[in-house]
């Protein structure tokens, strides 16, 4: 008869909402954070445009709304890329508040 080593627990999360956290708080990152950094961006391309390039205002907005499109996507796809929930938030948050004040002084 041979002796059986039993084998140590595994370790298991606390509870279920705390391994689902991170998960949402990138979640969360990606769909407001990629919104507001939408908007940011779209209010300093828009903001360019007119005072830059001389473009009506419209032709300026309907052309930033266009393009903040792609930055909301990139936005999602790099908070579910960062290393951690809190660098996600941290990076969209940083974009957004660097362009939001860009588009304040061109104004």
């Known amino acids: 008869m041979s002796a059986t080593v039993p084998l140590p627990p595994t370790p ?3 509870s279920p909402l705390k391994a689902a956290l991170p998960a949402a708080s990138r979640a969360l990152a990606a769909v407001l954070g990629g919104y507001v950094l939408m908007l940011a961006f779209a209010a300093a391309l828009a903001t360019a445009l007119q005072q830059g390039a001389h473009w009506s205002r419209g032709e300026a907005m309907v ?3 266009m393009a903040a499109f792609v930055v909301y996507l990139l936005a999602g796809l ?3 890329v960062a290393p951690s929930a809190r660098r996600a938030w941290g990076e969209l948050l940083a974009a957004a508040a660097l362009l939001a004040a ?3 002084a061109w104004r």
Do not use: E, K, V
């Open 12 to 14: 298991r999360p606390s």
């Open 102 to 104: 860009l588009a304040a």
């Open 63 to 65: 052309c930033a709304g």
């Open 78 to 80: 790099r908070a579910f």
